[in-house]
């Protein structure tokens, strides 16, 4: 039984492709899901700034019938006005699920060790496991059966890099990461996923040649400097520009699709061009969100009701 959803890893294959079969479900006939947190409280927790993710998270559980709590940290910072322990303690008391945006890995492992209800990690320095989760439910969407894909990520190696190769590792998606020298993703994520990936027949590659990505069917590319991170974009902007996800990089790639995490920097890290074009599936991913959630949240507050 799930527990907790911290870092993406906590489902195997079939238990991935079970929820995102759940997801697509809820997406066609969300008036069947309409009681399925009937009672239910979430307190969503943020450390940092969002759009998506407060709102999917808020609107998706209203449309499952259960409360959403939204908590920013304008009333008391975790760990500065009390403890991320009695964070945990207390919430625990009130409500059926922490899902938490945090700075630091280790908080969602504190919270998750105090709290008496699953916590969720909405974004944290390593992980952005919820995403990862829209994101390949609409590479099904898109493209049918994941593990036939090649996927190509342009840019830095960070958190949604991270996610996105861990999962692509578990449903057998062959998955390269493209990015400057001394901006590749975490070694030992790298290291883990390439275990991953090679019992479920996928291969898992770090470049910094653009070429690396020939023959990829998706590419996906998300800021250059992630919040928490105060390097100005203009000291970044030339090593980086090579990987700018423009019309003409995905020509070379061959890709028919094109993802985006959000927020965005139009004519930056990808150009509006293709962001607004054809191939892109950023819309479509960013809807996703909530219907990719919401399987969450019911897979683990409510697993009877599916
Ligand atoms: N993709 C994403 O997590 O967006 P927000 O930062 O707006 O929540
Ligand atoms: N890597 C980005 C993702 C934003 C959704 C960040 O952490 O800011």
Redesign the pocket.
């Known amino acids: 039984m799930l527990q907790h959803y911290l870092h993406g890893l906590e489902l195997n294959k079939q238990q991935l492709l079970t929820l995102l079969s759940l997801a697509q479900k809820i997406k066609a006939h969300p008036q069947d899901f309409n009681q399925a947190l009937a009672g239910k409280s979430v307190v969503t927790l943020f450390e940092?700034p969002?759009l998506?993710?407060r709102l999917s998270f808020d609107i998706g559980i209203n449309k499952l019938g259960g409360h959403a709590v939204y908590l920013d940290q304008q009333n008391g910072g975790m760990g500065s006005r009390e403890s991320v322990k009695d964070f945990a303690l207390n919430i625990s008391t009130w409500a059926d699920c922490i899902v938490a945006r945090v700075n630091e890995h280790v908080t969602l492992k504190d919270l998750a060790e105090y709290a008496n209800v699953p916590v969720v990690n909405s974004?944290c320095?390593l992980y952005?496991p919820c995403?990862a989760l829209a994101d390949f439910l609409t590479l099904q969407e898109v493209h049918g059966d994941v593990s036939e894909l090649k996927l190509a990520y342009f840019g830095?190696g960070?958190?949604?890099t991270h996610s996105l190769m861990l999962l692509a590792a578990t449903l057998g998606t062959d998955f390269v990461a493209v990015c400057p020298k001394g901006h590749s993703p975490d070694a030992q994520i790298v290291k883990q996923a390439e275990l991953i990936a090679s019992a479920n027949g996928a291969s898992i590659q770090v470049s910094d040649r653009i070429e690396a990505a020939v023959g990829a069917n998706a590419v996906y590319t998300?800021?250059w400097?992630?919040?928490?991170?105060n390097t100005p974009l203009k000291v970044v902007k030339d090593k980086y520009m090579p990987y700018q996800v423009n019309q003409e990089l995905v020509d070379l790639t061959g890709a028919s699709s094109v993802l985006h995490?959000?927020?965005a920097h139009r004519e930056i890290e990808i150009t509006s061009q293709v962001m607004d074009g054809p191939a892109s599936k950023i819309i479509q991913q960013a809807e996703n969100r909530m219907h990719a959630q919401n399987a969450l949240l019911v897979t683990l507050l409510n697993p009877n009701f599916v």
Do not use: A
Request: hydrophobic content about 20%; overall charge negative.
């Open positions: 940092k969002s998506r993710t974004l320095d952005h995403q830095e960070n958190n949604v998300d800021t400097v992630s919040m928490g991170d995490c959000q927020p």
